[in-house]
């Protein structure tokens, strides 16, 4: 029995000493998987993060061809008919004067006639916009703020993905060290087991305390699978989010300790306001608002343009085959029934509403700046307090210890205050990681990837 015991004892020491030692084993895999590395990762092959480098890229190949109606505009149009019915023309005698020495032209009657076969017809034009030059200046303004607002939907999107490379770097982190101990648990129990049986045959123990060995045996290895499967696919979100094959394994880092935030919340929401891309993107909304408004107003100028016109029949008798002309063709919608004036009055409503939106937008993020402050600020305090609570319930359990040696404590005193030590030890890392994620949700609400 004493050996046993004495087993026992050694064992509690290793839980002791567990925490330490699997954090240093977590630090060098081969594949290990640094936080930073993850995020790297994310930014370079995210599909959703390429699909929206790909609206950047269309939205500006619209503002290119926006800039291309400033220019000249060729158009030719090209009619290849046959005549149903011919085209005739009579000229009466003296159609065109009677002249002394020369008589009437013509002498009598003439009929030039086309006969019906096909016939082609050439149309060119060129046209330079004059007074739309204003409209069309406006146009290009507003897809350059399109490429903007696609910009900072971009950044947005980085920022969210980084977050979400956090959150789910953390959800492994936790897992993965709670896969650590319950594997410890198993081999303890293995252990403990084989002795509990040898015992039984020597009539040492009960066999309701064997059977109990094996059912903590048995529960200990459900867990050990129950957080395997879990671990293996919060791997595979994160390896989703990485844009890699979902079956690559890695290993993540060691919770690190408490890292120094030298900031007040009056910073914090004034950087946010800096950085964050909703702020941004509700600015460039007010100005394309704006700027809609100011092209409804353009609506009131006719369009004034330089045209060149070139026409040619062929196979068409007796009308010219080059007909040429330039001059200045005006376009103007004269009565709308009130039309322009409904739609200048809409569009400077969707600027008001987009000042609201710009300053309610504002607010949320100050309000959602504060709540994470607060939530690191408490955090930070929790861990503190978790640190402290396992660093007593490590010296009871070495109280303990000491006295059961002396034989001053029974063993059923040990293993409650062994629980306690790995009930601290679990509260701690919860709270360590807690702290984190909530530096990260902080981050994010800052406009921080």
């Known amino acids: 029995m004493h050996t046993l015991l004495r087993r026992y004892s050694l064992f509690l020491v290793v839980v002791i000493t567990l925490p330490a030692l699997a954090q240093q084993d977590s630090t060098s895999p081969a594949n290990q ?35 291309t109606e400033r220019l000249p505009q060729f158009n030719l149009y090209l009619l290849e008919s046959e005549l149903l019915t011919p085209i005739n023309f ?16 013509p002498a009598h009657s003439t009929d030039i006639s086309t006969p019906i076969h096909p016939t082609t017809y050439v149309f060119q034009t060129a046209t ?21 607002l696609a910009r900072e939907a ?23 060290s709670a896969l650590e101990a319950a594997n410890q648990v198993v081999a303890f129990y293995t252990e403990f087991g084989q002795l509990t049986d040898r015992y039984l045959a020597q009539e040492v123990v009960l066999k309701a305390d064997a059977l109990n060995v094996k059912t903590q045996l048995a529960k200990a290895k459900y867990d050990v699978v129950k957080l395997q499967d879990g671990l293996e696919s919060q791997q595979e979100d994160l390896n989703e989010v990485l844009g890699r094959d979902l079956t690559t394994e890695f290993g993540v880092q060691a ?42 107003r353009a609506q009131y100028i006719p369009d004034v343009s330089l045209s060149f016109n070139y026409l040619s029949p062929f196979n068409v008798n007796f009308v010219p085959k080059n007909i040429m002309s330039v001059g200045f063709m005006l376009n103007w919608d004269i009565w709308d029934w009130g039309r322009k004036k409904k739609e200048l009055a809409e569009k400077t409503l969707t600027v008001k509403q987009a000042d609201l939106s710009q300053r309610e937008v504002e607010q949320q993020i100050l309000v959602e700046v504060g709540v994470r402050f607060r939530k690191l600020t408490e955090s930070r305090s929790l861990v503190e307090v978790d640190q ?31 629980a306690a030590v790995a009930t601290a030890n679990a509260q701690y890392r919860e709270a360590l990681l807690s702290f984190w994620t909530a530096k990260a949700d902080l981050e994010k609400a800052l406009g921080e990837e």
């Open 33 to 67: 998987l640094s936080l930073d590395a993850a995020v790297s990762l994310a930014m370079a092959n995210n599909r959703q993060l390429k699909r929206i480098v790909l609206e950047v890229e269309k939205a500006e190949d619209a503002v290119a061809a926006t800039r």
């Open 90 to 105: 009579q000229f009466p005698a003296g159609e065109f004067g009677t002249f002394p020495g020369i008589g009437p032209i």
């Open 128 to 148: 330079q916009p004059l007074s739309q030059l204003h409209r069309i200046g406006l146009g290009i303004q507003v897809g350059e703020v399109n490429v903007e």
């Open 154 to 176: 971009l950044r947005q999107q980085r920022q969210t993905v980084a977050d979400q490379v956090k959150q789910d770097y953390y959800s492994i982190l936790q897992t993965q």
């Open 255 to 296: 919770i690190p300790e408490l890292a120094t935030y030298e900031m007040n919340l009056a910073e914090a929401r004034r950087r946010a306001l800096d950085q964050r891309p909703e702020v941004r993107e509700a600015g460039l909304k007010m100005k394309q608002a704006q700027l809609d408004e100011r092209a409804q």
């Open 388 to 418: 402290l609570a396992r660093q007593t319930e490590e010296e009871k359990l070495r109280v303990v210890m000491n006295q059961y040696r002396q034989n001053a404590a029974l063993l059923k005193d040990t293993l409650q205050q062994e």
